[in-house]
């Protein structure tokens, strides 16, 4: 059974910084891309960061410069180190994952995404 958990939010001031984690089970992150995505209240969700099978990193631009993916497979977690925390940036932060191949990369489209967790609230206020 596929699973991912999502953990590391909470209450940050502006500028301040978060790393979120997402720890998967039932499969292992050499077969599968993973996407953070968030969604802030009355908003879509959006996609934030990447990385594929193959360990090839996306970004958003809301949040390029300011953050960055990364993946411990031996532990089965990705996490997402966000800096410079903007009030903007709150939302429920998800991660998902998707079955790929080595060499493909997946953009940051909710659609294209199989597997999601429950989401983490991050919230950005003084």
């Known amino acids: 059974q596929l699973q991912l958990v999502e953990s590391g939010g909470g209450l940050v001031q502006p500028g301040g910084s978060l790393r979120l984690s997402c720890t998967v089970s039932?499969?292992?992150?050499?077969?599968?891309?993973i996407g953070w995505f968030r969604q802030a209240p009355g908003k879509e969700r959006e996609g934030v960061s990447g990385?594929?099978?193959?360990?090839?990193?996306l970004y958003a631009d809301s949040v390029k410069g300011r953050s960055t993916i990364s993946r411990d497979k031996a532990k089965n977690t990705v996490y997402l180190q966000m800096n410079s925390l903007k009030t903007e940036d709150t939302a429920v932060y998800y991660c998902?994952?998707?079955?790929?191949?080595?060499?493909?990369?997946?953009?940051?489209?909710?659609?294209?995404?199989?597997?999601w967790g429950q989401g983490t609230q991050v919230t950005v206020s003084s």
């Open positions: 990385i594929s099978a193959g360990g090839v990193t």
């Open positions: 039932g499969f292992t992150l050499e077969h599968y891309a």
């Open positions: 998902a994952a998707v079955s790929s191949s080595r060499d493909e990369v997946y953009g940051l489209y909710k659609e294209d995404y199989d597997y």
